[in-house]
């Protein structure tokens, strides 16, 4: 997180460190969002978002994080423990235009 808001402020400033595109996109690309929960063991498929309501939970047991773009998800009706993403504190949504788990 630090690091994105290091280059927003170094854009905002206008010092000229990051003045070319690929520069300052390489930099946003470098941030690392805060993604899932080691323990937690649903699957998050990374297809393409835009925004929060692009990415749809499925799988029996509502493991899958996806994309509404992409393919329907099946999966076996197992419950595990591990499933539960309100235990982990993580949502289904977009980040980066991928739908994944994140807190």
């Given at each position: 997180?630090w690091k994105?808001l290091?280059v927003?402020?170094l854009?905002?400033?206008?010092?000229?460190?990051?003045s070319?595109?690929?520069?300052v996109?390489?930099?946003?690309?470098?941030?690392e969002?805060?993604i899932q929960?080691?323990d937690?063991?649903?699957?998050?498929?990374?297809?393409f978002?835009?925004?929060e309501?692009?990415?749809?939970?499925?799988?029996?047991?509502?493991q899958?994080c996806?994309?509404?773009?992409e393919?329907k998800?099946?999966?076996?009706?197992q419950?595990?423990?591990?499933?539960?993403?309100?235990?982990?504190?993580?949502?289904c949504g977009?980040?980066k235009?991928?739908?994944?788990?994140?807190k």
């Open positions: 997180m994105f290091l927003i402020l854009l905002i400033s206008g010092c000229g460190i990051l070319e595109p690929n520069q996109e390489q930099a946003i690309n470098d941030v969002p805060i929960n080691k937690f063991c649903g699957t998050s498929t990374f297809g978002c835009q925004q309501a692009d990415c749809i939970v499925a799988g029996c047991s509502g899958i996806g994309s509404r773009f393919e998800m099946s999966s076996d009706c419950w595990k423990e591990c499933y539960d993403k309100t235990d982990y504190g993580l949502v977009c980040l235009q991928k739908c994944q788990w994140y």
